[in-house]
C-alpha cells in the first residue's frame, strides 16, 4: 500500500528539471511513447499546438498520450533545454508545481515547449527478509502535470522578421516598395481577412509575416470604430500585458486597463506601423462562390460604393466572437412610449438624466451600463438579473493575472505561461478552489446578495475564466458595481424575465410590471454561425462541421483557428490573448497549406 502526496520542498529546480527534460528528449526523440508516457502524472495532460500532427489537441491522461504519441505522424528529433532573462526552470511557490521551457525540432519545423512537473512521494512498507521487520521506504519523483509543444516556424519558411529597411541595393524608396506590396495584394490576394479588430489585425499581421498576401477589409470608416462606437465607459478588463496586440509592444507609459477609445487609436495606428494592406468602409457584396477545382474563391466587395472582384485562396472571418446584438421580441413594443435599445448601441447615461431606466440582462454590458446611468443621475436604475451571473472582483482578477503577466516582464513570458496551460487542466485547477474563490472575494459576494443578485462560480464551478472560453458571456469584472448594488441605487429584479411590454413599462413572467422610461436589452449576441451563414450561405456552411467557439470534448476551441470542414474557409475568434498566439498558428497553418505540407 502506498500513500502519495504533492507537498512541495525546496528542491534544486534547475537539476531536477534538466533531469525529466533528458529522459523526456530521449524517449521522444527514440519514439518511445511508453517511456516518455511513463514520466507524466497518471492524470496528466499533454497539450499539441500543431508540432506533431498540423493539428490541435489537449489528452488527459496517461492512457490518451500514449495513444496519441504512438500514432502522431511527425517524430521529434531533439529536445533541448531552453532558459534566457525571464524564462528559466522555477518552482511556483502558489502551486508547488516546478515549471521549465524547452526548444523542440522536426524535420520540417520548431518550437517551444513548457512543462509543468509535480512531486510525487509514495511512502511503502517493505520487509527485511531476515527477520520480517517492515520499514517505511520513501520514494520521492517528478512527474509532468501538463507537457505542452507549441509550433513556432516551419523551416525553410520561417517568418520574415524585421527588414533591413534598405531596398534594391538602395536604390529604392519605401514607398514604392509599399506601393509594388499593395497593388500585389489587392489584386492577387491569397488570404482574404474579413474584420479589422484586434484579432484581424493580428491575423493579417501573421499572414504577413508568414510571406503570404493578406488583404483586409473593415465596414467602417476607420480601424477602431468598432470600439469607439461602444458606450463612453467602456474599459477593457484585461491587464496591458493580456491586451497587447501581436509584434506590437505598448509604450511604458500605457495603462493598466485601457478605455476604448485609447484602443481604438492604438489598434489604428496598428495597421500603419505593420504596413497591412487594408480597405475601410468595405464588406463582402453577396455570397461568395468556392471553386473546389481551383480551391480559389470569388468574392466581390464593395469598397465605399465601388464594386472589386477578388480571387482569395483562403477568407478568415475576424468579425468578433459573437455574431449580431441578439434584441427580444417581446409583445406590446408598440405600446410602449419610450425607448428600446440593445447594449451593444448604448451611447452613454447624459440622455437618460431623471428617467426610470430597465437593463435587461447581468453581465460586464449591464453592469457597466447600469453604473454610468448612476453616475449621470437616472432617477431609478433596475438590473433585471434572469437567472445567475459569476462576478470577480477586478483587483482580485488583476493580482492573479499579474502572477503570469509582469509589467516588468516581456508579454511573450506571460503567454508561453498561460498558452501552455491546457484549458481542461485550468477548469480542474478552478473547481479544485472554488471555496478559496468565494473567500477571497467575500466581501464583495454578501455585497451583492445584500442587493438580491444571485451569483454562483458557474454552472460546473469553474470561474469566470472558463466561460469566457465556453459561454463568452454570463459573468462581470467588478470595479464598484457591488457597492452600488448593496446601496440600492442600482436596485436587481432577479429570477424571472420580461415577456411583454406595456405603456409605461415591462411585465414578466411572474406577473409583475416594472415602471420604465427606457428599456436596454444587454442580452446578448446570436451566434457566429447564424451571422456566417447570412454572409456565406447554406451550402459554404454546410462544410464547417464545428460550431464557431465554445470548447469541445478536448476542452479547445471549437471550429477557430484550425480547419473547418471547408477548405478555404477559417475563423479567428475569442480574446486578445489567446489570438495573441492563435493568429500565429493561423498563419503557419495557411503557409503549410501552400507548400504542400498540410492538406485541408
Sequence with gaps: MSKESTAPLAPDARAIALSWLFAFGTALCRGDSAATTSLFAPTGWFRDVLALSWSVHSLEGTAKIHTYLSSAPTKVTDVRHYEDPWVKPVLNKHNGLLET???????????????????????????????????????????ALSVCMLMGEIKGYEAVGHESGIYGNHTLAWENVLRERREKAESEPEVLIIGAGQTGLMITAACKQMGLRALLIERNERVGDLWRKRYPTLTLHTTRGQHEI?????????????????????????????????????????????????????????????????????????????????????????????????????????????????????????????????????????????????????????????????????????DLKSITVPLGLLKKIQQRRVHEMWEEDKEMFEKLRKGG?????????????????ERSGGYWVDWGGADLIASGEIKVKQGTEPVAFVEDGLVFADGTVLEADSVIFATGYISMRETATKMFGEKNMSRVVEDLYGLDDECELKGSYKPTGHPGLWFGTGGITSGRTMSRMLAIQLKAVEVGLMTV
Design 246 to 414: 501581436l509584434y506590437q509592444p505598448y509604450p511604458s507609459t500605457w495603462p493598466e486597463f485601457v478605455p476604448k477609445d485609447k484602443y481604438a487609436d492604438w489598434l489604428e495606428t496598428y495597421a500603419v506601423h505593420q504596413d497591412l494592406i487594408l480597405w475601410t468602409s468595405s464588406q463582402m457584396s453577396g455570397e461568395p462562390t468556392y471553386h473546389d477545382e481551383t480551391r480559389t474563391w470569388d468574392v466581390t466587395i464593395n469598397r465605399a460604393g465601388q464594386q472589386r472582384t477578388v480571387h482569395p485562396k483562403h477568407i478568415v472571418m475576424a468579425t468578433g466572437t459573437l455574431g449580431e446584438p441578439y434584441l427580444p421580441s417581446l409583445k406590446g413594443r408598440e405600446l410602449f412610449r419610450g425607448t428600446v435599445m440593445h447594449g451593444a448601441y448604448y451611447q452613454g447615461g447624459v440622455s437618460y438624466a431623471g428617467q426610470r431606466v430597465v437593463v435587461v440582462g447581468a453581465g460586464n454590458t449591464s453592469i457597466d451600463i447600469c453604473q454610468d446611468l448612476c453616475f449621470h443621475k437616472a432617477a431609478s436604475v433596475t438590473m433585471v438579473q434572469r437567472s445567475q451571473t459569476c462576478v470577480i472582483d477586478g483587483r482580485t482578477m488583476a493580482k492573479h493575472v499579474h502572477r503570469l503577466y509582469d509589467d516588468h516582464a516581456p508579454t511573450y513570458v506571460g
Design 453 to 469: 443578485l444571485s451569483v454562483y462560480m458557474g454552472p460546473e464551478n469553474q470561474g469566470h475564466l472558463l466561460m469566457v472560453y
Design 101 to 143: 521551457a524547452f526548444e523542440w525540432e522536426t524535420d520540417v519545423a520548431k518550437g517551444r515547449g513548457y512543462v509543468r512537473l509535480m512531486r510525487i512521494v509514495s511512502t511503502e512498507e517493505k520487509a527485511r527478509q531476515e527477520d520480517e521487520v517492515k520499514d517505511e521506504v520513501t520514494k520521492e519523483q517528478w512527474k
